[in-house]
């Protein structure tokens, strides 16, 4: 089992930054990939940011591509999720989640990610 928790949402003005940590514990190594999802209300959970543990090789959706960065401390067992130059359209609940499985490329469906955190707040003002 892998627990996961999420910390660092909040408001922010349009054009701020915020800085989201996913704190794991548990059975880590198992996780080959993290994943960070946003969920705004009566929308899908949608991909935002993916990191491989070993390789810390990325990959974005189009919509943060530029402005968020996604990273991560193997020693504190850590993801973050830089987000700058926030708008209102990325408010949403933000949910980081673990992958065990080896894959060759970074899955961007929540359906292949096996554990998920309870999903932190984020508000964009205008």
């Known amino acids: 089992q892998v627990q996961l928790v999420e910390s660092g949402g909040g408001l922010v003005q349009a054009g701020g930054s915020l800085r989201l940590s996913c704190s794991a514990s548990?059975?880590?190594?198992?996780?080959?990939?993290m994943g960070w999802f946003r969920q705004a209300p009566g929308k899908d959970r949608d991909f935002v940011a993916a990191i491989k543990w070993s390789s810390g090789t990325t990959a974005y959706a189009d919509s943060v591509k530029g402005r968020f960065t996604i990273s991560r401390d193997n020693a504190k067992n850590t993801v973050y999720l830089q987000m700058n130059t926030l708008k209102p359209e990325d408010t949403a609940v933000y949910y980081c989640a673990c992958r065990p499985s080896v894959s060759s490329v970074l899955i961007r469906t929540s359906s292949g990610y096996d554990y998920w955190g309870p999903g932190t707040q984020v508000f964009v003002s205008s």
């Open positions: 548990g059975r880590t190594f198992s996780c080959y990939a």
